[in-house]
């Protein structure tokens, strides 16, 4: 599915791989879908949506048995519901591992939840006595989160959670702009520019992340930058998994704020230090006082604050800081 429309503030056709059904496709086992509407009606409009449904790929047919994990948390396999001796263990796992040698297109994945093959965590995995423990990863997913533990990875429930939604898009666009930056040709240069715009994103997730980030990048005279850029971002991407909580934001609003500390006539900077606080109370959404600065920078330019990423990390049209 390619987007409606392109912002050409961010970068364009950025791919995400997603389970079919999702999308409205009838692959389930009963011929049926869980089309998402987030998905098709907002996502859809900004990224190219690339569907997979695993069973459907192995020639298992819609409709079809379902299949269920069983085993334990060390050793899982996918067999039969009705029929244990249909076992789709290995076939599931190849085409994982063919897909997964194409990922280089994709900046992100979601997949369905609960799913035997595409489930990202807690699936139900079946005992020898029957009993189901929520200990299973998808087949496929397994194949496809081993291959790239980079890969911004989402299960569609959980962007319902305003928090988990901001941080799966947020790590979409941080990757798609590293890998373009790495296709371009990564330079210690590029590196370093690199940081200096994500820092107040950084530090809205992780103070700590954010300064052993410029630890690691205090001196690159001397070190191997491959290595150290594939660290670097390991690290940023590990820490914007972690939603970013009212006050972690309220932190890096007044550092922003300190900006205009000598731009602002008085009853101005008093109103945006009111909004500020008016959000850790949550009274306002981030959204307010985010505009407020996005607002008054364009008045007062500040060439370092220009490049911040943290004020603009995706189109402002998804509106997914209005819940936050």
Known sequence: MSPKHKNTEFTAGIRIGI???LLGGKVRFDGGHKRNRFVTDALADYFELVPYCPEVAIGMGVPRQPIRLVGDAERQEAVGVKTPELNVTQPLREYGRTVAASLDGLCGFIFKKDSPSCGMARVKVYNDKGMPERTGTGLFAREIMQADPLLPVEEEGRLNDAGLCDSFITRVYVYARWKALCNAGLSKSGLMEFHASHKFLVMAHSSDTYRRLGRMLSDLSAVD???????????V???????????QHTNVLQHLLGYLKNDLEPAYRADLSGS???????DYPLVVPVRLLQHYFGIHLHPYISRQVYL???PESLQ???AL
Do not use: V
């Open 320 to 322: 997914l800081r209005n």
């Open 19 to 21: 389970s079919s059904c």
């Open 276 to 282: 500020i606080d008016a959000y850790r109370r949550g």
């Open 225 to 235: 930058l491959g290595e150290t850029a594939h660290s670097y971002i390991s690290i």
């Open 312 to 314: 603009n990390p995706y």
């Open 237 to 247: 991407l590990e820490a914007l998994k972690r939603p970013a909580t009212r006050k």
